[in-house]
């Protein structure tokens, strides 16, 4: 099974910028969907975006959309995730994920997670 490590967070002001990126283990990584997940405290965690195996039709959560980027390079099993124009309501640990079914906002279709990374906006 696939293993995943994020990093890339921090604590930067509103406004700011962070670029995440997601390590994969499987030689098969090109094969898999990839998505991003963030868990605030006390809150659900919550769909952000997701990426084809082939990076075609990435999804975004509407708040997000028009600030955030996901992206891949298969040569590096990486998947990346630019948030720019930060707020103070995008504060999450922020997850990534690995799925079989292709890109999709269903936590459930997704068959690996990483540990996380904290993500903090100060206002």
């Known amino acids: 099974q696939v293993q995943l490590v994020e990093s890339g967070g921090g604590l930067v002001e509103a406004g700011g910028s962070l670029r995440l990126a997601c390590a994969a283990s499987?030689?098969?990584?090109?094969?898999?969907?990839m998505g991003w997940f963030r868990q605030a405290p006390g809150k659900e965690r919550e769909f952000v975006a997701a990426?084809?195996?082939?990076?075609?039709?990435?999804l975004y959560v509407g708040s997000v959309k028009g600030r955030f980027t996901i992206s891949r390079d298969n040569a590096k099993n990486t998947v990346y995730l630019q948030m720019n124009s930060l707020k103070p309501e995008d504060t999450a640990v922020y997850y990534c994920?690995?799925?079989?079914?292709?890109?999709?906002?269903?936590?459930?279709?997704?068959?690996?997670w990483g540990q996380g990374t904290q993500v903090t906006v100060s206002s």
């Open positions: 499987a030689r098969t990584f090109s094969s898999y969907a």
């Open positions: 994920a690995a799925g079989s079914y292709g890109a999709t906002y269903e936590r459930s279709l997704y068959d690996a």
């Open positions: 990426i084809n195996w082939n990076g075609a039709d990435p």
